[in-house]
């Protein structure tokens, strides 16, 4: 049975952790985040790695979500607050009136990630992706196309940001992540973990419905303007999605969809 | 050559179009409407249905635009106000500087826009998209793929708000649309210009990979969380994508990029 915690006042310093999400958002929280809603709070407590702390949830939350909630360890308390409170602790008005605190797992390593894939496996691994909306879209499509990790280089922002997790639908807390170390050789892990780099570019030599399946694929994405980085697409397969006449770009994680589309669906080994 | 006013008092009337833009895109522009930033800019003067009234630009910016906007109409006056008077008069840090009023064409007729496809033909019909960044996505979408138009119905939101063009990349702008009456047969009117709807939807009984490409094929897609009207689907082929096993939904735009890109440059006739 959860511990259930009524709070009144809005300077209560149980609530500390959950004040002024947003600003906090963007410093960090030492080995915490937050997450919201209720799609996400089911994520949250049917995966095993992030432990919940505590919830912050609206009292009239409360009814509808008892199912969810009950079988929360006591030791991770569940406050209730009138709505008007949670608002003011907050920051601003959080109609969904469903926030959690996490704490982050211990990071993964990357290569051991890889490894830790069967044959035949999927992954994504992402460049730069600074943008917590792309972030929370690739995550979503990485779940939704069963790839079954996500590397992130050095240049990549949070996935467990709170929008990042929102946009995700919950799948940057139950989709594993490596991240590597600065200057870390991303197309050398690959290949040493047995992954065929396939770097998605308008610079191709393979159109992707002309793709073969590797046993072992990583699809590779970069920023959207940029793009990946010419010492890396030297090395790894380019793969091009054909695009109408005067089109240049897509978004992405469309692209990364596109691309983990076919590769899980639709190409033959 | 443009006319080029220099403008350094926020209260200055003629700026009245710019002034609370925020504020303005909730309550609409009478026919006009806001588009900003450079690449969107450049779209909307390659283009000719929807006419520039005048541009607001942070002075800094001229230099490096002036080439772009050399051959803008003299009627079509440039603002040119230091950032903080751009800033003051918009109501929000306007980094990128760039900000251009037009006026919008007449809408469309639907089913002459239907008419006026070539064969082979691929269209987008959107249900209920009340999101502006799906919106948005949905008309770059439709533009990397070559979809020659984007039919919405009564329920969707308005592709030329701001936020939408910005995530169109400006394809909002360029990519003919236009919208249904409220209760207008969608399903009968593709029918009736020789398109075959295509619904995408989880309850499908073709799957993406195998569809065939009719010589006029209608894309149409839903919001997330409802999805396709049941009375809708029944009378449309259900085209589902698969997904991986505990993964029941794709964000709207990706869902069509996927449909749109197998129509256009993977499926045979």
Chains 1, 2 share one sequence.
Do not use: W
Not at 109 to 137: C, K, R, S
Not at 166 to 186: H, K, M, N, Q
Not at 201 to 226: C, H, K, W, Y
């Amino acid at each position: 049975m959860p511990t259930l915690i009524p709070i009144a006042d809005p300077d209560d310093v149980r609530l500390e952790p959950y004040r002024a999400v947003r600003e906090r958002d963007l410093v960090g929280r030492q080995g915490l985040f937050i997450a919201e809603g209720e799609v996400v709070l089911r994520m949250l407590l049917a995966q095993t790695r992030h432990a919940p702390v505590s919830l912050l949830l609206a009292e009239k939350r409360l009814a509808k979500l008892e199912p969810l909630i009950a079988g929360l360890a006591p030791e991770a308390p569940v406050y209730l607050a009138p709505q008007a409170v949670m608002d003011a602790v907050v920051g601003f008005p959080i109609h969904r009136g469903i926030l959690a605190l996490a704490r982050r797992a211990e990071p993964l390593d990357p290569a051991a990630l890889l490894a830790a894939q069967p044959t035949p496996a999927l992954v994504l691994a992402l460049v730069g992706i600074a943008n917590h909306d792309n972030m929370g879209g690739l995550f979503r499509n990485a779940a939704a196309f069963g790839a079954g990790a996500v590397l992130l280089d050095a240049g990549c922002c949070d996935p467990l940001y709170r929008k990042a997790i929102r946009v995700s639908v919950g799948a940057a807390l139950t989709t594993p992540f490596a991240r590597l170390a600065p200057g870390e050789d991303l197309v050398g892990l690959l290949r040493s973990q047995g992954f065929e780099p396939l770097a998605l570019s308008p610079r191709a030599e393979t159109a992707l419905a002309d793709l073969a399946r590797p046993a072992r694929a990583a699809v590779i994405v970069g920023p959207e303007g940029p793009g990946l980085p010419d010492d890396l697409l030297a090395r790894c397969r380019r793969v091009g999605i054909p695009m109408a006449s005067g089109v240049d770009s897509l978004n992405v994680a469309v692209a990364a969809a596109l691309a983990l589309h076919h590769l899980r669906f639709v190409a033959r080994g």
